[in-house]
Every structure is written in structure tokens, then in C-alpha cells.
């Protein structure tokens, strides 16, 4: 026994040399090691994080590849601290790690992105960062800097090298560039926000508005005419963007970089969907921003369009929807990961049914349409790659079911005269988990919510009365902001109805009763 345990201490020591041989032997990745192709710059991004070089910066590069686009994108950090000295040092080279499914079969993809030209930071690079201005062939602004990053602050000023805000950097570079072109209506830009707002483009071109009032004094006789050129020369879109992005694979880094045989330390890992909404600019066409911006043409799923609001319900609703719903269900029924509850014999088909058959059933788009979005969610949940705990899906599950779910029951009521089951099922589901104690395999349940939420459920079920609990948190102004026992007729009767078989039969045998 001795020896064979001096023998298997001897293998691993020897793995572990010869990994850390080969980490010693990999070459560190710049364009000095591997090869970088040149295009002209006319895309700056503000933003440099894991979600705007695994899916932008990805799909500029499928565009270059497959199109006649030939662009290169220069990235500008937005806050003062970031990690354009990372890219640099790398001459902004990076791989993409894709993982998924795809018509039934698992993907799992690297490819080395060379698009970016350059990254500068504003706040100690100011002076390059204007003269991005000057460059005729500039032509799109990207960016992703969060929810917070679209926001007008007017602390700042005109005179500030950069301005703090997001919107103010840009004013201050668009200005420039109307001074330094003289107002030449070709030079204006395409705006393109990937924050995830609803109707992002919108409310960052009231931000950029609200700048130009604030330094309308500073800009004095360029005031009214950079305000004409901005409101007729640029384009401001609005988008959605959807592809998960987990970043930086901290698990396999060691055996992706022996694959691509680089030191590459700003790998992004994604998921293989992807979809971009593009919702085009007032003063332009779809065929204007199509030929602009070809994507379509390189096979990719990027959608111009007229309108992004039904693509943003059917996000919302057939995507974040199941999942708000899924999740109670699956965990009190003894599973903690999303691809086991599709996979599972019971939970796989309740999933279906919320899907398919409720809120698919709410939507306005064509059918087949629905049918492919809804069949891409169920391979995205099937990720073979990813192990999604559905406790993290949990956090906040009452205004999530509020903007997800909510809008479904009342529509299905409105069109088909009845409740749909399995969306109030969840709903019970919801408020069972909030009850929190264990699980019968002894897990904790824990709910993760707002406090006042928290209380509220702890009090009703306190009063052991499943008639009570249901009309408490169906009249919980606080969450719903009316009362759901008095606006949707039947709905008080049929969470208490599902919260007793939940009681009575346990979650896995209560959810066969409605399938």
C-alpha cells in the first residue's frame, strides 16, 4: 500500500512540473507572437469589461471576417480605474472561449479576437481621447458603462478633461468633433448603448440633450448649431443585447491557455447564443443602418429593426420569465441546477408548459418566430458548460415575478378567459420559498429580498392560514403597487388552492397535478 502511494505522489509531482513547465514555455500574447490584423478605426467603445469584448468586439470581428466591413474598434475606459493597461500589455489580443449547445449538440469553441486597435484612458490620456474626434473615418459609439453610466450629473463642467459622466465625455468629444470638421453633416456618428436599459438609446440622447443645455453658455455662438448638427447628422439607436457572459474562466484558464499555447490572461468565456437588437435611429432607415453596420451579411443574429420593444417583452417574458417560476419549483422539489430541472422527467415538462403554452401565448410576435426563441432559451438552460444554481436566480423573486411574470397572467386571462396554471403555480412556489426552513433533504431555503418583503411573509405564514397568506401577499401594495385580489378575478383562490396541495403534497407530486 506503502509504494503505491509513493508511486501516485511520484505522477502527480511529475503533472505538476511538467504543467509548470509548459506555463514557463507558453509565449506571453502580443502581436509580436501572434498575428494582428490592421483596419481602420471606426468604432470607439466606451467600455472594456468581459461582455463588450466577448460580444461586441466578437461580432465586429465575424464582420470583418465575413464582410466587406473592415473596421477596428478603439476602446476608452469610462471610469478613472479599469483594465485598458491589461489590454495594452497584450496589445489588446484576448481569446474567446464559446460554450453551449446548438441544435442539440454541445459547443465549445476558442478563437484568438484582434479587432481592437488601441485602449486609452481618458483621464490620464485626455488629449488622445479628443483627437478620437479628428479621425474622419470614425463612424460608431458603442458602449456598455452599466445601468448607472446613462446618467445626466450636472457637477459637471464643460472645462472638466475628461467630464466624470458618461454622456458628458461624449457631448465633449461630439462638440469637438463638430468644431473640428465645421459642421460637416457626413462626419456625424451612430450611437449604439448596450447598457441594459429599456430603451437605452432614448434616454441616453435626453442625457447628451440635458448637457448641451447645461453648457449651452460655454459652447456661446456653436451652441445652436452643434445642438442642428447633433439632432440631424447623428443617429441614436436603441439596442438589447442578450448572451451570457460568466468572464474570465478562473477553472480551466491553465488548460485553454495549453490549447491556444499563449499566456493569455483576459480570456472571456460566453455563452455560444447570441442576439442584438438594433432598433434604428428616427432620422434613418433599417436599409440606411443595415448597409452601415452589415451583420446580417456575416450570418450573425443582429436584428435592425423599427421597434425593440417586442423583442425586449419577448426577452423578458420567454427568457428571465420561466426562470423566475423554475426556480422555487425546482429547488423545493430537490434539484439546484437549471439544466437537471429541464432535463428532469417532471420539472422539464412544467418548464415546457410555462413556456410554450402560457406565455408564448402573450406575446405579438409571429409565431414561428416565438417557437425559435422560446426552443434557443431551452438549449441555453441545457448548457452542458454551466452549472446555474437556481438559488441565484432566486434573489429578489417577487419584483422579478412582478415585471416578468405578471403581465403574462393578465394577458392569458384577457385572451383565454381562464388563469394560466402553471405561472400561478409558481406564483405559489414563490410565496412557499419565502416561508424559508429546509428542504426534506435537510438544505436550507433562504430567501434573499427586500427586508420589508422578507417580514411581510414571515408574518403571514406565522398565522398558519394558507387563506390568509395568499390574500397578504396578493394585497401587498408594496410589491404590486395594487391588489391583485381585487384586479385579477380568481387568483386569490387559485394560489390558495396551490398552496395547500404544495402543503398537503410536498412540490415534486403538487406540480404533476397541473401538467
Known amino acids: 500500500m506503502g509504494m503505491e502511494n509513493a508511486r501516485k505522489k511520484e505522477i502527480e509531482k511529475r503533472k505538476y512540473i511538467t504543467t509548470k513547465q509548459i506555463m514557463k514555455e507558453l509565449k506571453s500574447l502580443n502581436k509580436r507572437t501572434a498575428p494582428k490584423s490592421v483596419a481602420p478605426e471606426k468604432i470607439i467603445q466606451f467600455g472594456e469589461g468581459n461582455f463588450l469584448r466577448a460580444f461586441v468586439d466578437w461580432i465586429v470581428w465575424n464582420m470583418n471576417k465575413k464582410t466587406d466591413f473592415n473596421g477596428s474598434v478603439v476602446v476608452v475606459q469610462p471610469l478613472a480605474n479599469g483594465m485598458v493597461d491589461w489590454l495594452n500589455g497584450q496589445d489588446c489580443l484576448y481569446h474567446v472561449n464559446l460554450q453551449g449547445k446548438e441544435n442539440g449538440q454541445p459547443v465549445n469553441t476558442l478563437e484568438r479576437i484582434d479587432v481592437i486597435s488601441r485602449c486609452l484612458n481618458p483621464y490620464s490620456q485626455n488629449q488622445a481621447f479628443m483627437a478620437l474626434a479628428e479621425q474622419p473615418e470614425m463612424r460608431f459609439i458603442i458602449s456598455n458603462t452599466t445601468e448607472a453610466g446613462i446618467a445626466f450629473d450636472d ?15 461624449l457631448v465633449q468629444l461630439l462638440f469637438h468633433r463638430y468644431k473640428f470638421f465645421e459642421g460637416d453633416p457626413s462626419k456625424g456618428m451612430i450611437l449604439m448603448p448596450c447598457e441594459l436599459i429599456f430603451l437605452n438609446g432614448h434616454h441616453l440622447k435626453e442625457c447628451i440633450y440635458q448637457y448641451i443645455e447645461l453648457w449651452k453658455e460655454d459652447m456661446g455662438a456653436d451652441y445652436e448649431g452643434f445642438k442642428a448638427w447633433f439632432t440631424d447628422n447623428c443617429f441614436v439607436c436603441a439596442t438589447l443585447v442578450d448572451r451570457i457572459v460568466p468572464g474570465f474562466p478562473r477553472d480551466t484558464i491553465k488548460e485553454i491557455q495549453e490549447k ?49 420593444k417586442p423583442y425586449h417583452e419577448r426577452k423578458v417574458t420567454l427568457l428571465n420569465g420561466p426562470h423566475t417560476v423554475l426556480s422555487p419549483v425546482t429547488y423545493l422539489s430537490g434539484v439546484n441546477i437549471v439544466r437537471d430541472a429541464c432535463e428532469h422527467p417532471v420539472l422539464g415538462k412544467y418548464i415546457h408548459k410555462v413556456q410554450f403554452d402560457e406565455l408564448m401565448q402573450t406575446l405579438n410576435l409571429p409565431m414561428d418566430e416565438l417557437q425559435k426563441f422560446a426552443a434557443d432559451v431551452l438549449e441555453r438552460f441545457e448548457n452542458p458548460f454551466v452549472d446555474h444554481q437556481v438559488t441565484s436566480i432566486m434573489l429578489n423573486s417577487f419584483p422579478k415575478y412582478e415585471t416578468r411574470d405578471l403581465p403574462g397572467v393578465k394577458i392569458y386571462l384577457e385572451r383565454k378567459g381562464e388563469l394560466p396554471q402553471g405561472l400561478v403555480f409558481g406564483l405559489a412556489a414563490i410565496i412557499t420559498y419565502y416561508k424559508g426552513g429546509v428542504r426534506e433533504d435537510g438544505a436550507p431555503i433562504q430567501p434573499n429580498d427586500d427586508q420589508k418583503i422578507i417580514d411581510k411573509l414571515q408574518e403571514l405564514w406565522a398565522t398558519g392560514d394558507t387563506q390568509k397568506v395568499a390574500e397578504g401577499v396578493l394585497g401587498f401594495d408594496y410589491i404590486w403597487h395594487e391588489d391583485l385580489n381585487k384586479t385579477v378575478p380568481g387568483l386569490t383562490e387559485l394560489v390558495k388552492k396551490d398552496l395547500d396541495l404544495i402543503q398537503e403534497k410536498g412540490m415534486l407530486e403538487a406540480v404533476k397535478t397541473i401538467l
Not at 155 to 169: N, Q
Not at 296 to 304: M, R, Y
Open 155 to 169: 457637477s459637471c463642467k464643460f472645462t472638466d478633461a475628461p467630464a466624470a459622466s458618461y454622456p458628458g465625455k
Open 260 to 308: 491556444v499555447c499563449y499566456k493569455d490572461n483576459l480570456v472571456v468565456k460566453a455563452e455560444s447564443f447570441h442576439l442584438w437588437v438594433i432598433e434604428k435611429a428616427e432620422n434613418m432607415t433599417v436599409e440606411q443602418m443595415q448597409d452601415e453596420f452589415p451583420a446580417h451579411k456575416a450570418g450573425l443574429h443582429v436584428l435592425i429593426t423599427d421597434n425593440e
